[in-house]
């Protein structure tokens, strides 16, 4: 496994009435960041919260391409992000959940204490494959085929790259100490946006560079 310091390139907040950030996700344009009783939309250029929805958003936060999908205590709410309409709802798994991504046409859920994640049908809730982990398990994110997912427990956060087979961690970013990680997202590109818990901050985190394969030799 390669084990790196995690690079926060950026902080934002904490803003104004939010005393804990939760689940984030991004829709290419905003950063949504699940903060208690409101998802707020923030502009990742300027830092400002630009808009917020009124639903419970106290875990994970994902985006299919067209629709927020948003852990409320026991339950998975699907919301359309222009009018903060609930569409559908199904069960979160084994009762509660923590992380909350979107990729391959499933939901991927982490769940904190029994340090899993679990590949959900977003129609039905039902688990489809499950991964174990040896650390509780915050927030879930998808980068260019990479399953990565954030870790908090003894005041110690990481970033972790695992196999999406087998659950075995390739890569680890460590944050520093008593910085958490409670939600975890990608720009699909070179950052990632780390929700800080009740520092009431969200954090940017470089996203390691892959090195292109080299050429093979010439004879």
Known sequence: M?????????????????TNVAGVSYDGTHVWV?????????????????RALDVP??????FDGRHLY???????????????RVL?????????????????????????????IHQ??????????????????????????????GTWEEEQSEIRRIDPRTGEVLEQLDMPAGIAVSGLESNGSDTFFCGG????????VRRPRRRAPSAPASR
């Open 70 to 84: 948003q852990i409320s205590g026991d339950r998975i709410q699907k919301i359309d992000p222009d009018t903060g």
């Open 34 to 50: 699940a903060t208690g009783d409101k998802l707020n939309a923030m502009n990742p250029e300027s830092g400002k919260m630009v």
């Open 197 to 204: 818990a009740g520092s009431g901050k969200l954090r940017a």
């Open 88 to 116: 559908a709802t199904i069960p979160a798994p084994e009762g509660g959940a923590s992380g909350l991504a979107w990729a391959e046409g499933s939901l991927w859920v982490g769940h904190y204490r029994k340090r899993k």
């Open 2 to 18: 390669k084990r790196t310091a995690a690079t926060i390139i950026r902080e934002y907040g904490p803003f104004p009435g939010v």
């Open 120 to 149: 959900l049908d977003p129609s039905t809730g039902a688990i489809l494959r499950t991964l174990e982990s040896n650390r509780f398990v915050t927030g879930v994110t998808w980068v260019d085929g990479e399953l990565w997912h």
């Open 57 to 62: 958003a106290h875990a994970g936060t994902a």
